[in-house]
Nanobody, 119 residues
Framework: VQLVESGGGSVQAEGSPRLSCAAS?????MGWFRQVPGKDRERVAA???????TYADSVKGRFTISQGNPKNNLYLQMNSLKPEDTAMYYC??????????????????WGQGTQVTVS
């Protein structure tokens, strides 16, 4: 499965960009993660095939994960951005035993990432 993210860039604080991810095939569980150089990968949000979602506390109420039609298109609407949201954002998909999940180790396929810089 190949994943391609887009939509990142430089954004002002309180901005509202939307990230997109196109997967070559759908595997029932998709998610967004982010990483800052020198730090561990951080969970962001995940969604299952029924539209059930889960969010990290750090983004809850500000970010919204959704799937398009077809479902192998994934989105992350980011609102009220803060400088601490600056990171490389990765799209992931896989077949974990429980979905949605924010456990990155249970995702098998990852995109190359799209950088979001908030100033």
């Amino acid at each position: 499965v190949q994943l391609v993210e887009s939509g990142g860039g430089s954004v002002q604080a309180e901005g509202s960009p939307r990230l997109s991810c196109a997967a070559s095939e759908y595997t029932k569980c998709m998610g967004w993660f982010r990483q800052v150089p020198g730090k561990d990968r951080e969970r962001v949000a995940a969604i299952d095939m029924y539209g059930t979602t889960t969010y990290a506390d750090s983004v809850k109420g500000r970010f919204t994960i959704s799937q398009g039609n077809p479902k192998n298109n994934l989105y992350l609407q980011m609102n009220s951005l803060k400088p601490e949201d600056t990171a490389m954002y990765y799209c992931a998909t896989g077949r974990p035993p429980v979905c949605p999940t924010l456990r990155s180790a249970q995702f098998n396929y990852w995109g190359q990432g799209t950088q979001v810089t908030v100033s």
